[in-house]
Protein backbone atom coordinates (compact mmCIF):
# COMPACT_ATOMS: atom_id res chain seq x y z
CA UNK A 1 0.00 0.00 0.00
CA UNK A 2 1.04 3.64 -0.71
CA UNK A 3 2.42 5.55 2.32
CA UNK A 4 1.65 9.17 3.24
CA UNK A 5 2.80 10.95 -0.41
CA UNK A 6 4.69 14.23 -0.05
CA UNK A 7 5.94 16.63 -2.91
CA UNK A 8 8.18 18.36 -3.81
CA UNK A 9 10.19 16.42 -2.38
CA UNK A 10 12.96 19.21 -2.24
CA UNK A 11 12.30 22.72 -3.20
CA UNK A 12 15.32 25.87 -3.19
CA UNK A 13 13.02 29.03 -3.54
CA UNK A 14 13.60 32.78 -3.22
CA UNK A 15 12.57 35.22 -0.30
CA UNK A 16 9.09 36.59 -1.11
CA UNK A 17 7.87 33.63 -3.70
CA UNK A 18 4.94 31.98 -3.20
CA UNK A 19 5.83 28.11 -2.32
CA UNK A 20 2.98 25.27 -1.75
CA UNK A 21 3.56 21.62 -0.43
CA UNK A 22 1.70 19.05 -1.20
CA UNK A 23 0.69 15.71 0.64
CA UNK A 24 -1.74 12.34 -0.23
CA UNK A 25 -3.02 10.96 2.76
CA UNK A 26 -2.90 6.79 3.14
CA UNK A 27 -6.04 5.38 1.51
CA UNK A 28 -8.40 5.21 4.38
CA UNK A 29 -6.80 7.81 6.94
CA UNK A 30 -9.32 10.66 8.10
CA UNK A 31 -6.65 12.60 10.33
CA UNK A 32 -3.97 14.76 8.68
CA UNK A 33 -1.02 16.48 10.15
CA UNK A 34 1.77 18.91 9.38
CA UNK A 35 4.67 19.33 11.19
CA UNK A 36 7.54 21.22 10.70
CA UNK A 37 11.08 20.10 12.03
CA UNK A 38 14.19 22.48 12.66
CA UNK A 39 17.49 21.33 14.23
CA UNK A 40 16.91 23.65 16.61
CA UNK A 41 13.17 23.24 17.75
CA UNK A 42 12.92 19.29 16.43
CA UNK A 43 9.48 18.61 15.33
CA UNK A 44 6.46 21.05 15.50
CA UNK A 45 3.14 20.42 14.92
CA UNK A 46 2.07 23.33 12.47
CA UNK A 47 -1.88 22.20 11.90
CA UNK A 48 -3.86 19.21 12.04
CA UNK A 49 -7.23 17.95 10.19
CA UNK A 50 -9.61 15.62 11.01
CA UNK A 51 -13.00 14.50 8.52
CA UNK A 52 -11.35 17.31 6.39
CA UNK A 53 -11.71 20.31 8.74
CA UNK A 54 -9.07 22.01 10.46
CA UNK A 55 -9.11 21.16 14.30
CA UNK A 56 -6.12 22.83 16.00
CA UNK A 57 -4.02 25.32 13.86
CA UNK A 58 -2.49 26.82 16.69
CA UNK A 59 0.95 25.92 15.52
CA UNK A 60 1.21 28.22 12.31
CA UNK A 61 3.50 30.37 12.79
CA UNK A 62 2.01 33.47 11.10
CA UNK A 63 -0.36 34.56 8.38
CA UNK A 64 1.82 33.42 5.69
CA UNK A 65 1.25 30.21 6.30
CA UNK A 66 -2.07 28.62 5.23
CA UNK A 67 -3.62 25.17 4.99
CA UNK A 68 -6.05 23.37 2.99
CA UNK A 69 -7.56 20.33 2.77
CA UNK A 70 -10.01 19.69 -0.54
CA UNK A 71 -10.93 16.60 0.11
CA UNK A 72 -10.82 13.32 1.87
CA UNK A 73 -7.26 12.00 0.53
CA UNK A 74 -5.26 15.47 -0.26
CA UNK A 75 -3.95 18.82 1.10
CA UNK A 76 -1.38 21.29 0.62
CA UNK A 77 0.52 23.69 2.91
CA UNK A 78 0.94 27.03 1.60
CA UNK A 79 3.47 29.96 2.69
CA UNK A 80 2.84 33.23 0.81
CA UNK A 81 5.87 35.13 0.84
CA UNK A 82 8.21 32.92 1.95
CA UNK A 83 10.89 33.92 4.55
CA UNK A 84 14.66 32.29 4.68
CA UNK A 85 13.13 31.64 8.32
CA UNK A 86 10.49 29.44 7.38
CA UNK A 87 13.80 26.92 5.24
CA UNK A 88 12.95 23.71 7.18
CA UNK A 89 11.78 20.06 6.47
CA UNK A 90 7.75 20.15 6.51
CA UNK A 91 6.15 16.54 7.18
CA UNK A 92 2.65 15.54 6.44
CA UNK A 93 1.54 12.33 8.75
CA UNK A 94 -1.88 10.52 8.91
CA UNK A 95 -3.67 8.57 11.14
CA UNK A 96 -6.10 6.35 10.49
CA UNK A 97 -9.09 8.32 12.82
CA UNK A 98 -9.09 10.81 15.51
CA UNK A 99 -8.55 8.16 18.64
CA UNK A 100 -5.80 5.72 17.00
CA UNK A 101 -2.44 6.30 18.06
CA UNK A 102 0.23 5.46 15.05
CA UNK A 103 0.66 8.27 12.99
CA UNK A 104 2.79 8.05 9.60
CA UNK A 105 5.18 10.17 8.47
CA UNK A 106 5.69 11.12 4.80
CA UNK A 107 9.25 11.38 3.40
CA UNK A 108 9.22 15.09 4.12
CA UNK A 109 9.74 18.01 1.73
CA UNK A 110 13.17 19.91 2.11
CA UNK A 111 12.62 23.40 2.19
CA UNK A 112 15.28 25.49 1.56
CA UNK A 113 14.31 29.70 1.11
CA UNK A 114 17.29 31.97 0.08
CA UNK B 1 8.29 24.83 29.34
CA UNK B 2 8.47 22.26 26.27
CA UNK B 3 5.71 19.50 26.52
CA UNK B 4 8.47 16.53 26.32
CA UNK B 5 12.28 17.04 26.72
CA UNK B 6 14.98 14.48 26.22
CA UNK B 7 18.84 14.74 26.18
CA UNK B 8 19.86 15.27 22.75
CA UNK B 9 23.22 13.62 23.29
CA UNK B 10 25.06 12.42 21.26
CA UNK B 11 25.37 9.31 22.88
CA UNK B 12 28.35 7.27 20.66
CA UNK B 13 28.55 3.12 21.93
CA UNK B 14 30.15 0.65 21.33
CA UNK B 15 28.23 -2.41 19.07
CA UNK B 16 27.06 -4.85 21.89
CA UNK B 17 26.59 -1.95 24.47
CA UNK B 18 23.48 -1.30 26.44
CA UNK B 19 21.91 1.86 26.15
CA UNK B 20 19.49 4.15 27.75
CA UNK B 21 17.41 7.16 26.93
CA UNK B 22 14.98 8.96 29.24
CA UNK B 23 12.43 11.42 28.91
CA UNK B 24 10.36 13.57 30.89
CA UNK B 25 6.78 14.89 29.87
CA UNK B 26 5.44 18.29 31.73
CA UNK B 27 2.00 17.33 31.44
CA UNK B 28 0.17 15.30 33.56
CA UNK B 29 -2.63 14.32 31.65
CA UNK B 30 -0.66 12.76 28.89
CA UNK B 31 -2.24 9.17 28.37
CA UNK B 32 -0.18 7.38 25.62
CA UNK B 33 3.25 7.57 24.89
CA UNK B 34 6.06 6.18 22.12
CA UNK B 35 9.11 5.82 20.81
CA UNK B 36 10.00 6.91 17.23
CA UNK B 37 13.41 6.16 14.94
CA UNK B 38 14.71 8.60 12.77
CA UNK B 39 16.91 8.17 10.71
CA UNK B 40 19.20 10.70 8.75
CA UNK B 41 17.23 12.56 6.49
CA UNK B 42 14.28 10.32 6.64
CA UNK B 43 11.40 10.55 7.93
CA UNK B 44 10.82 9.12 11.85
CA UNK B 45 8.95 5.86 12.46
CA UNK B 46 6.98 4.15 15.00
CA UNK B 47 9.79 2.36 17.40
CA UNK B 48 7.09 1.41 20.25
CA UNK B 49 4.54 1.97 22.01
CA UNK B 50 5.45 2.75 26.18
CA UNK B 51 2.77 0.97 28.48
CA UNK B 52 2.77 1.23 32.06
CA UNK B 53 3.60 -2.24 32.79
CA UNK B 54 6.65 -1.85 30.25
CA UNK B 55 7.16 -3.38 27.66
CA UNK B 56 9.84 -5.77 25.48
CA UNK B 57 10.47 -5.92 22.12
CA UNK B 58 13.52 -7.89 21.14
CA UNK B 59 16.48 -6.03 22.32
CA UNK B 60 14.32 -3.08 23.10
CA UNK B 61 12.44 -2.13 26.25
CA UNK B 62 10.25 0.92 26.91
CA UNK B 63 9.21 1.87 30.49
CA UNK B 64 6.92 4.39 31.71
CA UNK B 65 6.96 6.52 35.21
CA UNK B 66 3.99 8.18 35.84
CA UNK B 67 4.82 8.96 39.25
CA UNK B 68 8.00 10.72 37.98
CA UNK B 69 6.43 11.68 34.61
CA UNK B 70 9.13 10.09 32.28
CA UNK B 71 9.64 7.36 29.93
CA UNK B 72 12.47 5.37 28.90
CA UNK B 73 13.96 3.44 26.17
CA UNK B 74 16.36 1.10 26.89
CA UNK B 75 18.68 -1.11 24.46
CA UNK B 76 20.23 -4.53 24.48
CA UNK B 77 23.32 -5.71 22.34
CA UNK B 78 23.43 -2.85 20.44
CA UNK B 79 23.85 -3.21 16.58
CA UNK B 80 25.38 -0.71 14.28
CA UNK B 81 22.06 -0.17 12.24
CA UNK B 82 20.01 0.94 15.92
CA UNK B 83 22.37 4.52 15.25
CA UNK B 84 19.63 6.82 14.65
CA UNK B 85 17.87 9.38 15.95
CA UNK B 86 15.10 8.78 19.08
CA UNK B 87 12.25 11.07 19.52
CA UNK B 88 10.08 10.67 22.73
CA UNK B 89 6.42 11.25 21.71
CA UNK B 90 3.39 11.85 24.25
CA UNK B 91 -0.44 12.19 23.37
CA UNK B 92 -2.88 13.83 25.17
CA UNK B 93 -6.33 14.53 23.84
CA UNK B 94 -7.43 12.45 20.58
CA UNK B 95 -4.69 14.03 18.85
CA UNK B 96 -1.97 16.61 20.68
CA UNK B 97 0.97 14.55 19.69
CA UNK B 98 4.13 16.31 20.81
CA UNK B 99 7.51 14.99 19.96
CA UNK B 100 11.00 15.56 21.89
CA UNK B 101 13.75 16.94 20.35
CA UNK B 102 15.66 13.34 19.84
CA UNK B 103 18.49 11.73 21.26
CA UNK B 104 21.16 10.82 18.32
CA UNK B 105 22.61 7.66 18.71
CA UNK B 106 25.74 6.36 16.98
CA UNK B 107 26.71 2.87 17.34
CA UNK B 108 30.51 2.38 16.79
CA UNK B 109 32.32 -0.89 15.19
Known amino acids: DAGVIQSPRHEVTEMGQEVTLRCKLI?????LFWYRQTMMRGLELLIYFNNNVPIDDSGMPEDRFSAKMPNASFSTLKIQPSEPRDSAVYFCASKIHASGNTIYFGEGSWLTVV | RKEVEQDPGPFNVPEGATVAFNCTYS??????FFWYRQDCRKEPKLLMS???SGNEDGRFTAQLNRASQYISLLIRDSKLSDSATYLCVSLTGANNLFFGTGTRLTVIP
Open chain 1, 27 to 31: SGHNS
Open chain 2, 50 to 52: VYS
Open chain 2, 27 to 32: NSASQS
